[in-house]
DNA sequence: AAACTTTGTTTCATCCCTGTAACAAAAACG
DNA sequence: CGTTTTTGTTACAGGGATGAAACAAAGTTT
């Protein structure tokens, strides 16, 4: 998955500051405006995956800048506001808000609050996009790669008990078979946002899926100079 | 016909007079709750023709509650939740919810609804017993997970006695057997409404339960990386 | 209000995963 | 056939993830 981006709409230089940086910290794109103004247009212009919006902006009132926004769009708000004010609550979340968060607020809660409010988002757009047709098992000579137990089962049902690391990797290549996937891109889709810093870290996890695959390690070809290929074929040269 | 009498359990006051005055102009007899502790007994005592049910209750587990007015009662409840979550909405329906309505929401749907849940009853009646088949104990290696009365019985019929957050974690598990289930997937089950700080206060909770499971302590198989999973197999690798 | 229960937090030790390095084997290339 | 390049294998160490114990905070009961 992809970082996600944020809006953060703060008067506030420190907490701009503050909460930019730890959202950073915490793997997010951050774009930050001071603003009312710019806060519509930019809302509406990019696609970002969250808003955090602090209700007490100097050159408007924050509520009505929440439906200004959904006329547009559909991105998740989270209204920040200073006073633990019930009505006031009640209104934005009438108003189209998805979540409010009263100042003080420590760091890891509001950090918690965009990571439900991403992936509620996120259920979202499986059930009622795809409605329920997710690969859960992956079928090949007999194996099965079971995305909800994160596990794989061989012919005679037994678990091959693959690490995270070795699941990740075979469901990439799984996923795309007939398909010659480099290294790099094997990596990115197995270690998100992490940079390669070995090439041969890959290989190392290919040879241990291998010997976990047993007689039919042959299911993940080498593609010399390139990489590998996953192939559920009748047969493999 | 005569006026139907809805029964509101809602902490928050404001939402308490505007839902109720808005359903008395619909023509219903309204009454308000505002605590858990006194809905079970008023759910029991009176005769309601449908029962509104806020989950985020101050004083109580809102989903526990379904169950709990279940026991002694079959009016339909219709379940508002403060956010969008397929699997709670599926705990709840399987808990004895009759229908699952996400805040916020316009007074016309929750009118609407509520219509449909009278004429469903209604239509019920005449014909027979209820469609779907609710979840009410939980079998699993001669244990038994007993929904109603909260509390699982080991092989020799003798109660764990679980606090109630050991219970629905493991609940929550029971009912999505053989899957991996993230903490903070897990946290979300059995916390109603709060946010998780601590990822790892999920694994205390599994550690505590593992004890009470004795023998059987494999039963929660830990996903790492991941999270959790309920195994009621032959096996457990 | 005190005692108790329940649950979240911290800390520490352990275990397992995984990247790294080193070397062997195989393939490509002349 | 020898050299070079690429890949497979093994061993190892660092780090991350998990479990257990102890503690603290919050809630409950009396």
Known sequence: MQ?????IIEDDENLQTVVGQYLEDDGYKVITIGSFAEAVEKAAITDFHAILLDLVLPDGEGINLISKIRISNTTPIIVVSGKND??????CLE???DDYITKPFEMRELSARIKAVLRRTNDHQNSEETSGEKVEKILFKGWCLDRQ?????DPDQKAASLTTGEFKLLE??????KRALSREHLFELTHEGKYDV???????QIARL?????KDAKLIKTVRGVGYMFINDTEAA
């Open 3 to 7: 970082k996600s981006t944020i809006l």
């Open 86 to 91: 019930t009505m006031e609550k009640i209104i």
């Open 95 to 97: 108003m189209g808000a």
């Open 149 to 153: 137990q994160y596990e794989l089962f």
């Open 172 to 177: 990439a290549l799984a996923l795309a078979p």
């Open 198 to 204: 070995y090439d041969r870290a890959i290989d190392i």
């Open 210 to 214: 291998r010997k976990k695959l047993r």
